[in-house]
């Protein structure tokens, strides 16, 4: 028996040192992403501040497009390292009445590129009637998704489909959203550790060496802070069924 | 003419943050690397050093601390400049004595220079 703890007990270590590795190449990595963000941005502005000389009207709502893009990606890198070093997520969200119809279709169209480059076709079952807008935090809401349809493209194969559906429970007030695939599913032995942080799926391993784990675990957290609930089913039949529920206000 | 000494071993950052300094008519100096900061911490009349942490050779912290226990430099506000964010990091600059802590990315050079300009007023 003492013999097991003291196993354990090196186990636990072993995670503890992983999971501080892992933790300092996602701050290095951010400091990289960092780095090339504030010469962009630097230089954008520069451009706005006619520092570098006149601009069209036409030249500066581009440039004020790209600057925005790129404080955009600021803040995702900001938050996502704050998310990366605390599992308490005591971060101040932005809270905002946000249309979530069309943040779900500008992250669509963000990845059409994607799924058209694998042959996987990403639908969208939009609801038909008049929609509630939700109390989020709308840039994290766009993380949870972009996660959700990234992962439902990578582990899915040619002539796939992805469909992203919403509803309205008004009795409940909250909304319901799914995101199917017919990809490579999740195995039975992975299921109860996959919003863990830096987990990785033995298949998604195969199917992708690269990602870093944090995906879901964000997914969960972000979603955990809304007060809503996110959970998944993935039988014997191919893909999965990614199911968010978040209250309307 | 104000002088401000840049630390900052990119380059090319270090070259949008001298050319709108200096537009803002400021006298700039240069280093690129912490060995290189030593050095020219020296120069006469510096009124504030904006220093980057990640820095090849002596890193930023020890740069910093130099600064501080050089007797004229001891009340040169020093600005860390850096992409680093880490309450570890934040905190052990603070306790060295930097003035203030910007993340770059957060910053344009715009507000960069209304810092610097507000701080030496």
């Not at chain 1, 033995?202 to 964000?218: H, I, P, R, V, Y």
């Not at chain 2, 993340?103 to 220079?113: A, D, I, M, R």
Request: overall charge negative.
């Amino acid at each position: 028996m003492s013999k097991e703890i003291e196993e354990l007990k090196m186990e636990n270590e072993k995670l503890k040192k992983i999971n501080e590795v892992k933790s300092d190449l996602i701050s290095i990595s951010a400091h990289e992403l960092r780095t090339s963000l504030s010469a962009l941005k630097w230089i954008l502005k520069m451009f706005l501040d006619k520092d570098l000389g006149k601009i069209t009207s036409e030249q500066e709502a581009f440039i004020k497009r790209a600057l925005d893009s790129s404080d955009r990606m600021i803040s995702l890198v900001n938050r996502l390292l704050t998310l990366n070093h605390s599992d308490e997520l005591d971060i101040p969200f932005d809270f905002k009445k946000v249309n979530i119809i069309k943040t779900i279709e500008q992250t669509i169209f963000e990845f059409s590129g994607e799924a058209h480059k694998k042959d996987v076709d990403l639908i969208f079952l939009k609801p038909e009637n008049e929609f509630p807008l939700i109390k989020c935090d709308e840039e994290m809401i766009r993380v949870v998704f972009q996660n959700l349809i990234e992962n439902a493209i990578k582990y899915s194969q040619a002539d796939d489909k992805i469909f992203i559906s919403l509803k309205h429970n008004s009795k409940e007030n909250r909304i319901e959203i799914s995101i199917r695939d017919t990809g490579i599913g999740i195995n039975t032995k992975d299921q109860d550790k996959i919003f863990n942080k830096f987990f990785r799926g033995s298949n998604a391993l195969e199917k992708d060496s690269l990602g870093s784990g944090l995906g879901l675990f964000t997914t969960k957290n972000i979603i955990r802070h809304h007060k809503g609930k996110i959970w998944f089913e993935s039988t014997s039949e191919p893909g999965t069924t990614f199911f968010i529920t978040l209250p309307v206000s | 003419m104000r002088k401000i000494l840049i630390i900052e071993d990119d380059i090319f950052l270090q070259n949008l943050e001298a050319n709108k300094l200096k537009k803002e008519n400021y006298e700039i100096i240069t280093a690129s690397t912490g060995d290189e900061a030593l050095e020219k911490i020296n120069e006469p009349d510096i009124d504030l050093i904006l220093l980057d942490l990640i820095l090849p050779g002596v890193d930023g912290f020890d740069v910093l601390k130099a600064i501080k226990e050089t007797e004229n430099l001891k009340n040169v506000p020093v600005i860390v400049f850096s992409n680093l964010s880490e309450e570890t990091d934040i905190k052990k600059a603070k306790a060295l004595g930097a003035k203030d802590f910007m993340v770059k990315s957060n910053f344009s050079l715009s507000e960069l220079s209304e810092h610097i300009d507000k701080i030496l007023a």
